[in-house]
């Protein structure tokens, strides 16, 4: 198996990349801090997914790139909150990617409850 072909990677991707299309809209100001801030921590989800199943061997290391994750995650959370506070996205844009984010949040949870069942020994 694939990091790729984990569910909690390729959702966490598919946010990221939803939120770089939407951010794309938000204005040019924002450039260098809440489309920075936004698209980083959407990414780093999928990266320190990646990162995490590359040391699936090693349980602790395992668990703490997917805390690495799930921060991220939560971080991602906020950076929407402000967006629509700012109202560059609107409340149904907003329900949509949050509503993913608690998704993508459960299946890292999974994760780390059951490292044994993605090769961690």
Known sequence: MRF????AYK?????A??????????PKEEKYSL?????????SVSANISESY????????????????????????TWLEFAEACD???KEEFDNLFKQT???AKLIHFMIRNPDKFGSK
């Open 11 to 15: 959702k966490s991707f598919d946010l």
């Open 35 to 43: 489309i920075d801030q936004i698209r980083r921590s959407s990414r």
């Open 102 to 104: 608690i998704e993508v």
């Open 54 to 77: 590359a040391k699936r061997r090693y349980p602790k290391h395992f668990v703490s790139k997917l805390t690495d994750s799930d921060g991220e995650n939560l971080e991602t959370q």
């Open 88 to 90: 560059y996205i609107n």
């Open 17 to 26: 990349m939803e939120i770089f299309h939407i951010s794309k809209k938000f």
């Open 4 to 7: 790729q072909d984990l569910l």
